[in-house]
């Protein structure tokens, strides 16, 4: 039997549900990131375990979906149904403005990124895909 991208890489929570918040404040259009709960220290959303203090414990904060574009690269053949944009399109890797994280998302409809632009965030649902996703648009 084979496989599609799609069915081997679905979007959405990992297996032991340690980011389902993060996908779940996708649902509510807000980005939720995890914080350490002992020290504070942020941590990408899969993360369980704090870097600094080594604490599992955990809560769960708003950021805003703003930020510049760290690296990104053109992709020209597609690879997961559920990105819904037909290639090549535009990934980039984006510096959060209010926590050392970066997130990666698309940046559809351009062709014209440079490493330092300002972006925003964007929630889409594409039609063929069970969570939304975060898109990124260059900032005016």
């Known amino acids: 039997m084979t496989t599609t991208a799609a069915e081997s890489y679905p979007c959405g929570p990992a297996p032991d549900g340690t980011d389902h918040q993060f996908w779940d404040g996708l649902r509510d259009r807000k980005v939720l990131l995890p914080r350490c709960a002992a020290c504070a220290t942020w941590r990408a959303p899969s993360q369980v375990l704090c870097a600094e ?4 414990d955990t809560a769960w904060a708003e950021v805003r979906p703003r930020g510049i574009v760290h690296t990104w690269i053109r992709t020209h053949r597609g690879f997961m149904s559920e990105l819904d944009v ?3 399109y535009v990934t980039a890797l984006v510096a959060l403005d209010d926590a050392p994280v ?3 998302g698309l940046v559809p409809g351009t062709d014209e990124v440079a490493v330092g632009d300002r972006v925003v965030g964007t929630f889409v649902q594409p039609g063929n895909a069970a969570w939304p996703l975060l898109r990124w648009a260059v900032a005016a």
């Open 86 to 88: 037909a290639p090549p």
């Open 53 to 56: 203090c080594w604490s599992f």
């Open 102 to 104: 970066r997130l990666l």
